[in-house]
């Protein structure tokens, strides 16, 4: 997997609480994308984050969901008030670029389950 | 809207036997890539093959060969010599080269190939 890092593993919230969920990108890499994986489906796209600035955010929904890219530090996606539904495996990737050949690297991804 | 297709929600194979998965895919845009991604039970998705539309021969990367046939807009994986480590979920991907260009990639349902000893 390349090194992209992701904390906790494995995340278990009661309805109502915050979830935040980290991923550290490969080193040089400095694109991140965050997807959700539902039970037996693919995964799907969420947002598309460079160094401080998101890109595309057309995957997230509108409200309680929101994601960032600090100068420093990891990306964080942050669930507020978490529900029943937003339980599910949350991947993040990295790649250096966006060209054609750009492969994204997964981490081994936030299994969220929401109480 | 560019879609990918898995129409194999499970396959099971014979130790050290050949075996292909399908992927379909639709798309307007001349220039796309597409991926193959493995996901074995423990959770983390893998990185197995890449084919541009471009590319003139079919990707090979060790035991994992990718059968593009562009005019049917089709990218199968084939896995050769199949071993017990190769059960798994595998995921089809193209990347989204829509107007934003950001690089998304957008996955299909997924097949789970199951290895028979």
């Known amino acids: 997997n390349a090194g992209v890092m992701q904390n906790p593993r494995h995340l278990v919230r009661r309805r109502g609480q915050e979830a935040r969920l980290r991923c550290s990108p490969m080193k040089g890499h400095s694109h991140v994308y965050w997807y959700r994986q539902l039970p037996e489906e693919g995964l799907k796209f969420m947002v598309y984050?460079?160094?401080?600035?998101?890109?595309?955010e057309s995957g997230m929904p509108k409200e309680r969901f929101s994601a960032e890219f600090p100068k420093e530090g990891p990306s964080i996606l942050r669930i507020q008030q978490v529900v029943r539904g937003d339980s599910a495996a949350y991947f993040c990737?990295?790649?250096?670029?966006?060209?054609?050949?750009?492969?994204?690297?997964f981490g081994a991804g936030t299994r969220l389950s929401v109480l | 809207a560019q879609k990918i297709t898995q129409t194999q929600p499970g396959m099971f194979v014979q130790e050290k036997e050949a075996v292909t998965l399908d992927c379909t895919y639709d798309?307007?845009?001349?220039?796309?890539?597409l991926f193959w991604y493995k996901q074995p039970s423990s959770g983390e998705m893998i990185f197995l093959i890449y084919q541009g539309s471009y590319d003139q021969q079919n990707a090979t990367e060790g035991r994992y060969s990718l059968n593009f046939q562009k005019a049917r807009k089709s990218a199968n994986l084939v896995i050769s010599a199949s071993q017990l480590g190769d059960s798994a979920m595998y995921f089809c991907a193209m990347r989204d080269s829509g107007s934003s260009n950001t690089g998304k990639l957008i996955f299909g349902q997924g097949t789970t190939l199951q290895v028979k000893p």
């Open positions: 990737a990295s790649s250096p670029n966006t060209e054609a050949k750009n492969i994204q690297y």
């Open positions: 798309t307007s845009d001349p220039s796309y890539g």
């Open positions: 984050l460079q160094k401080e600035n998101i890109i595309d």
